[in-house]
């Protein structure tokens, strides 16, 4: 059974190790026509709660140069993922009708799957114009996740599908990215390594 905090929507019990601002740095290494891209960069990720049954999630990367240089931004929500129910709220701006589906911990168990891991979804969006809709599992302190969706504008770039695990190990948030873009396939991206540097408060913004 989930330990949840009771400051916190129920759905939100198998994410709350997540809640927080955490910061490190990463390594970028990608290969880019007949060269390879490498970079050392600074991050900050923070993921967030505001009463709902999903999180914020904010990452900001800069380069470790002379001048911090700003290298990416994304943004995004990260939930359970599950069937939609008639009191969820939307579409638009329609307000939540009636109990929530999910309104404790024993009702979350029910979407715990066999293997003891939840179906999770997370939609991050670029300023560059991509928009990635990933689909995967949270299972204790991992989380694996593939792209079901790319939507990218005419702007972005040839970004066709990604890959991304996370993981809390020694109280550090561990994350790896793979990426398939600019005519390569699946290939090893970023990876970096965070320290929480905010108390993981449910209503932190």
């Known amino acids: 059974m ?3 905090d009771p400051t916190l929507p129920a759905e939100l019990g198998p994410l709350q190790w997540l809640i927080g601002t955490w910061e490190g740095t990463g390594v ?3 290969p880019v026509g007949d060269r390879t891209v490498e970079h050392e960069f600074g991050q900050r990720i923070s993921f967030a ?7 914020d999630y904010a990452s900001y990367a800069w380069l470790l140069d002379d001048e911090l240089t700003p290298l990416a931004a994304e943004n995004g929500f990260w939930r359970l993922a599950r069937d939609s129910h008639a009191s969820d709220a939307g579409p638009g701006m329609l307000p939540a009708d009636g109990e ?3 309104a404790d911990a024993e009702a979350v168990e029910r979407l715990r799957r066999p293997d003891g891991a939840f179906d999770i979804q997370a939609l991050i969006a670029h300023p560059t114009g991509v928009s990635e809709l990933y689909l995967g599992t949270i299972a204790g302190p991992r989380i694996d996740l593939a792209t079901d969706a790319v939507l990218r504008g005419a702007s972005a770039k040839e ?3 990604s890959t991304r695990m996370y993981g809390l190990v020694e109280q ?3 994350w790896a990215w793979d990426l398939a873009a600019l005519g390569q396939g699946l290939e090893s ?3 970096g390594r965070l320290a929480r540097v905010t108390p ?3 209503n932190e913004a």
Do not use: W
């Not at 709660?49 to 999180?55: A, C, E, I, R, V």
């Open 2 to 4: 989930l330990e949840l």
């Open 28 to 30: 970028l290494s990608f």
């Open 49 to 55: 709660h505001h009463g709902s049954p999903y999180l």
């Open 100 to 102: 929530p589906a999910f």
């Open 159 to 161: 970004h066709t599908a």
């Open 172 to 174: 550090h948030l561990l």
């Open 189 to 191: 991206h970023a990876s």
């Open 200 to 202: 993981s408060e449910a």
